[in-house]
């Protein structure tokens, strides 16, 4: 997909506060110089925003001020002025009711900040679910130069030999505890077994899934979802994102050039073949439609019925978000697809070059972790789309996820209807029917 660079030098967003000697410009300029910053870094060279939900409220993000300051890094060696800021964080494991109440809210506030600061271009810190598309709304409504980089997946957890995901795996040990299988000290260990480092959730939950999504959507750095959070790899990788900002400002390289009807599409189906979340469905609609995309629910349903799952990680599978990384990451899914006719290989990435040329050299290194498309975890993965009378306007399941009982389902006793949920022999997809008791 061709895209025209902007001509550079030229005079930047940011220079309507900084450039000159105005009254109005030495206040910009002198309040910010407060910090000790010489005058030539506000020459008209691009000032970099660097929008952080770190928070120790948000302990997926907790390492996020650490990581800027790499990303500081790749700036200033690229020629920008970096500009670190807070905003909202959407932290999953404390924010009550849900933290998907204020997922709206974080996106107003990035949208808000960038609109009204002097930044002409955006480095997205991201990790804990809401997060990251909180951010990519925001960045997308403004449509200034952005790019994600994620904080990263925490270590595998491991308790007795075994690996522990986040979040499924405490469920199931609460119900042991119930049923007398786990002893309350077991579960009081397993505790600090689950959670051994910084970082987001090791499974393919929604904080994997949505920097996967960043990714496959062209706006990440290629292999930037699976880094773990503690591996050097990931502070290098936050040092290239700040490098990288800058040329995408000079180049004027926004969110609608990469955004595209077939960055949605690859996003889909890159979905599908990790065995992604559903939580990804309801972001992936609210991007596009901050650029402009005319996505719907049906298009997970085309698109996405025909992916296989090959990504064999819980809670689908049994591995976890280390061994995704070490047997290559969503390069070589991205590949996989590619070779299957299931990308658009010409989509835009922040890189400046096509996906397909970000991946098409990657190896798998472990093809129990990564799956072939031939011998897949489950052959229709994807997100199936229900309708019924139950559901009008449509939900959605994950069929990687669910236990083949699940397929069909019985209401309870206490229960007016009967729900099915039923596979149709001659199509894949799922309906759901009432009847009466
Ligand atoms: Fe933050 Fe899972 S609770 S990533």
Redesign the pocket.
């Known amino acids: 997909m061709t895209f025209k660079k902007a001509e550079w030098p030229r005079k930047l967003r940011s220079q309507a506060w900084y450039g000159g000697d105005s009254r109005d410009t030495i206040y910009h300029r002198g309040w910010m110089r407060n910090q000790g910053l010489p005058a030539d870094l506000f020459d008209g060279r691009p000032v970099i925003g660097i929008c952080n939900t770190w928070s120790e409220l948000?302990?997926?993000?907790a390492h996020l001020r650490d990581l800027a300051e790499r990303v500081k890094h790749g700036i200033y060696e690229a020629g920008g002025l970096p500009v670190e800021f807070p905003v909202f964080s959407a932290?999953?494991?404390s924010l009550r009711p849900t933290a998907m109440m204020y997922r709206n809210l974080a996106s107003m506030d990035v949208e808000e900040a960038l609109r009204a600061q002097p930044i002409d271009g955006v480095v997205l810190m991201v990790?804990?679910?809401k997060t990251t598309p909180s951010l990519l709304m925001g960045a997308c409504s403004v449509d200034i130069p952005a790019i994600v980089v994620s904080g990263g997946?925490m270590l595998n957890g491991w308790f007795r030999g075994e690996r522990v995901g986040?979040?499924t795996a405490l469920w199931q040990m609460s119900e042991d505890v119930k049923a007398g299988k786990l002893t309350r000290e077991d579960f009081l260990e397993a505790e600090q077994s689950m959670s051994r480092s910084p970082?987001?959730?090791n499974t393919m939950?929604?904080?994997?899934s949505m920097a996967s999504m960043a990714e496959a959507l062209g706006m990440a750095l290629s292999g930037n979802a699976a880094i773990p959070a503690v591996d050097s790899r990931r502070r290098v990788m936050a040092q290239l994102t700040g490098r990288r900002i800058v040329q995408m400002v000079k180049d004027d390289l926004k969110p609608s050039d990469v955004l595209t009807r077939k960055a949605f599409e690859n996003a889909i189906r890159v979905n599908g073949a990790i065995g992604g979340s559903t939580n990804a469905v309801i972001h992936l609609l609210a991007i596009a439609g901050r650029v402009g995309v005319d996505l719907t629910l049906d298009d997970w349903d085309r698109l996405g019925r025909e992916v296989p799952t090959i990504v064999n990680l819980m809670p689908s599978g049994k591995y976890l978000m280390e061994e995704f990384f070490y047997a290559g990451g969503l390069p070589v899914v991205i590949k996989s697809l590619g070779e299957a006719a299931l990308l658009h290989k010409d989509a835009l990435t922040v890189s400046g070059r096509e996906i397909w040329e970000e991946v098409k050299n990657v190896r798998n290194w472990n093809s129990d972790v990564i799956r072939p498309i031939s011998d897949p975890l489950t052959p229709q993965g994807g997100i199936a789309v229900l309708r019924g009378n139950l559901a009008p306007k449509g939900a959605v399941l994950k069929p990687s996820a669910a236990s083949p009982h699940l397929m069909r389902h019985r209401g309870g006793r206490w229960s007016s209807r009967i729900s099915t949920i039923t596979r149709r022999a001659s199509t894949t997809r799922l309906w759901i029917s009432t009847r009466p008791a």
């Open positions: 948000t302990p997926c993000n932290g999953e494991s990790g804990c679910d997946p986040s979040g970082g987001s959730c939950g929604t904080a994997s």
